[in-house]
């Protein structure tokens, strides 16, 4: 099966991640453009006056409007239970995200709601989120556990995240959060919970049923500190798990320079990351991870992403969509914002939501660009241009989501 997409105004032929320097401020913009899939891939792009003639099995009109590489949601908790709508009103109210943890609600109020929840209402619950995140043109999701904090509530997650990934056009990728905080029945001794989370029995049930690709730890006040997180993620790795980590979301706790000593594919959040911090993640393979969706629902700091790509780092971008500290599940809208509140340009939020963002979850050698080889995750959007993406904020404009080389949504 071969076909053309044509009458393409603007093909942004994103390379291959990570992306950082010239390549990220100004990856290649072919104008009138066309690109090539055969099967599951791309094979060919450029200008239309260069196109082959044929012959293609089938041909898509783009009309005048942008392709892009399908986005790439690499930090979520998409799969949760229940919500939270009672602490968004108390946040306003004055109380602070921290304070709601450590007084017992925040995560632990979702871990109820989990615990609660069978395998398959999860999965109902869950699903229509990521229904709307392909309507906006996202076909690859990173998704953690961290509301089960029992070794069966987190393998019920771990399962829920697999099923959904057969269920869905979209590409799900599953990390391991067990170390998110630590629950109630363990307060006071968070060792003994990490006994229980790392025991063989849980993470070789995890490897031998491929659940997860990923181990990440919340480190902060209220859940784990660096040694811990440490013990956590070097336990996960020695498993099979690529570490990631929450770090410098509240307070600065060094959890950055963890991830760059475990070799861990990003570090996530970076609110209150200090200079020394951006120059140890210079020169190491983990990718800066920036949720500007989280400083706007808290209403606090962003994380200075203009200093990390000044620095010469791949950023990446990330909705963190879950039902405390960001509820939002549109990627687009996070691009939107990161223009006008971290200063970031259209395009640079584009590379960040697909070339880096595939980078952050190992994944830069097949998805998030366009490029030959590369896996036909496309999106043909009604906009003459890129910019008018994050320009117009809210409005979407995604006309054709194209997952590995199928149509799965058209709108
Ligand atoms: O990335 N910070 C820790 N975890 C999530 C929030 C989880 C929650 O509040 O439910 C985050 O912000
Ligand atoms: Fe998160």
Not at 193 to 214: H, K, N, Q, W
Request: proline fraction near 7%.
């Amino acid at each position: 099966m071969k076909t053309l997409i044509d009458n393409i105004a603007q093909l942004v032929a994103v390379p291959p991640g990570p992306v950082a320097g010239r390549a990220f401020k100004a990856p290649l913009v072919i104008e009138n453009a066309a690109i090539i899939v055969e099967h599951d891939k791309i094979i060919g792009f450029g200008p239309s006056v260069d196109a082959p003639a044929g012959p293609f099995d089938r041909t898509i009109d783009a009309g005048g409007g942008t392709v892009v590489p399908g986005l790439v949601d690499c930090h979520t908790h998409v799969v949760f239970a229940g919500s939270r709508e009672d602490e968004f009103v108390r946040r306003i109210e004055g109380a602070s995200y921290i304070e709601i943890l450590e007084a017992g609600g925040g995560i632990k109020n979702s871990v109820r709601s989990l615990r609660d929840a069978g395998l398959d209402d999860l999965i109902q619950q869950s699903r229509p989120r990521l229904d709307r995140m392909l309507e906006w043109g996202v076909t690859t999701v990173e998704a953690k556990s961290g509301y089960g904090l029992t070794p069966e509530d987190e393998i019920k997650t771990l399962r829920a995240i697999r099923r959904l990934d057969g269920e869905t056009p979209i590409e799900l990728v599953p990390t391991f959060l067990g170390a998110h905080t630590i629950p109630p029945e363990f307060d006071g001794r968070p060792g003994e919970y990490l006994d229980a989370m790392t025991s063989p029995a849980v993470l070789e049930c995890i490897r031998e049923e491929g659940l997860a690709e990923f181990a990440d730890v919340f480190c902060e006040r209220g859940a784990f500190n660096l040694e811990q997180s440490r013990r956590f993620l070097t336990a996960c790795r020695d498993h099979g798990l690529t570490p990631k980590i929450h770090s410098e979301q509240i307070t600065n706790t060094g959890g950055t320079r963890l991830a760059v000593e475990l070799g861990a594919a990003s570090a996530d959040h970076l609110e209150f990351v200090d200079d020394e911090t951006i120059e140890a993640l210079r020169g190491s393979g983990t990718i800066p991870v920036v949720l500007p969706g989280c400083s706007f629902f808290l209403g606090s700091e962003p994380a200075p992403a203009r200093k990390l790509i000044e620095a010469g780092l791949p950023v990446a971008l990330a909705t963190d969509v879950n039902p405390g500290s960001c509820t939002i599940e549109s990627l687009p809208l996070i691009m939107s914002m990161a223009a006008t509140m971290l200063k970031m340009t259209p395009l640079e939020c584009l590379v960040a939501c697909t070339a880096n963002a595939a980078a952050a979850i190992r994944r830069a050698d097949r998805v998030g660009a366009i490029a030959e080889g590369y896996q036909a995750d496309l999106l043909i959007l009604d906009i003459p241009n890129v910019q008018r993406w994050a320009y117009q904020v809210g409005v979407n404009p995604a006309r054709i989501v194209m997952k590995r080389g199928r149509i799965v949504l058209e709108r």
